[in-house]
Structure formats: C-alpha cells, structure tokens
C-alpha cells in the first residue's frame, strides 16, 4: 500500500496565483484533513472530511477550499496564494472520525512544502 | 477549547535518557499518541496510549499518562542520535488535537 500520497513535493507560486495540491489515500480512510505546519506552532487544521460528499472548516480554512467527490482523493485548492500561506502543508487520514472508544491514529503523507513571493 | 502543550526543544547526550513531556486539557481524550517527524518527512506514528491505561512500554519507548493531572510523556531509553526529530504529542477528544512538538537534539 502506498498510504497518503502528496503532491507536489515542493513548489514556489506568485501571490495571486492560485493552485491545488493533490492528495490520495488508498487504504479505504473516511477521514481525511488537511494540516499546515508552521515554526513553532504545531500543525493547525485547515479542512476536514468524514466521506466522501462531505467537508468542513478546520482552524484555520481561509483561503482555501476542499472538495471530497471520492473516498480516495482530498484536494486542497489555494485561491489568491498570499505570502503568509507560506507553509509545509500535511494531509492525513484515518478509519473514521475516532470519537469515542476507538484507536484510529491518523496517517500523515510526506507533506508539500509551499513558498509563495 | 482544547489544547496541548509542549516544551519547545530538549537537548541530550547519546546514551541518556530522553524525557518528553505533555499536557492536555479535554478529558474526554480516550487515547494518546506520540508522533515523531524526522526533517523533511511526515509525521510517523510511534506509540499510543489508551486513557485507562498509566504506562505503556514499547521497546525503547515508555509512555506515561497521568489522567487526573492530564499529564503525558514519552521516555526514550538510550538515546541515538537517529531518535534526533521533532516528537508530537496528540489528543484524540472532541477533535485530533496536537501539541506544538519538541525538538530533540541528540549530541554526540
């Protein structure tokens, strides 16, 4: 199995431009979140997804948007890339959401790492 | 809201004890996991702990949780300089919440 698959790995945008960063799972996960990761603070939710069809606001969601038309892929799309988006940005999954008495660790991809000038 | 909260960096000599230290604020967390990020990778589940437990040992790695005091950690016996990385700790309450990690420095 190949898990979380990221991509791109790297990549430098303009402010103003607008892209999508790719995830995939391929471990049948009804989870899945977007995360950034900044210096210092931890990895702040972005977005999240129970299933497919199905989205939601995480901590920190402007700026971006996410669709869930499949149980395999989670896109994450920057509309107008602005300098603080400047981020190493991680996707995970997991069985389900985990509420309660369930162990269900989320599985992180390899992350994009995004500099906007 | 929740939170989790970390000491930022923690510096030990190869063959010492490594202590990593958390605190978290949902009661409602019913399991515990430490991550550990090695530069410029993912993040890599290491251990998990479920909350009616108060130790775990895995290998090198014990964990400890103290409920009331709401109170985690991770002790990495005979530390390499490979366990050099940034360790986080994660809640799994109302929502998966993580800690803002620590960085373990392992010097020779």
């Known amino acids: 199995n190949a898990g979380v698959t990221q991509t791109p790995k790297f990549q430098v945008l303009k402010t103003g431009q607008s892209m999508t960063l790719q995830c995939a799972q391929d471990?049948?996960?009804?989870?899945m979140s977007w995360y950034r990761q900044d210096p210092g603070m931890g990895l702040r939710l972005i977005h999240y997804?129970?299933?497919?069809?199905?989205?939601d606001q995480g901590e920190v969601p402007n700026g971006y948007n996410v669709s869930r038309s499949t149980t395999e892929d989670f896109p994450l799309r920057l509309l107008s890339a602005a300098p603080s988006q400047t981020s190493v940005y991680f996707c995970?999954?997991?069985?389900?959401?985990?509420?309660?008495?369930?162990?269900?660790?989320?599985?992180f991809g390899d992350g994009t790492r995004l500099s906007i000038l | 809201g929740e939170d989790v909260e970390q000491s930022l960096f923690l510096s030990v000599r190869e063959g010492d004890s490594s202590v990593i230290n958390c605190t978290y604020t949902?009661?409602?967390?019913?399991?515990l996991y430490w991550y550990k990020q090695e530069p410029g990778a993912g993040l890599q589940l290491l251990t998990y702990?479920?909350?009616?437990?108060d130790m775990k040992q895995d290998q090198r790695l014990t964990v400890l949780l103290n409920k009331k005091d709401k109170h985690l950690s991770l002790r990495i016996a005979d530390t390499q300089t490979g366990d050099s990385a940034i360790y986080f700790c994660a809640e799994n309450g109302q929502n998966f919440v993580f800690g803002p990690g620590t960085r373990l420095s392992v010097l020779p």
């Open positions: 702990i479920f909350s009616n437990m």
């Open positions: 997804s129970v299933g497919a069809g199905i989205t």
């Open positions: 471990m049948n996960h009804e989870y």
């Open positions: 949902d009661s409602s967390s019913t399991y």
């Open positions: 995970a999954s997991s069985r389900d959401r985990g509420q309660g008495f369930s162990n269900q660790p989320q599985h």
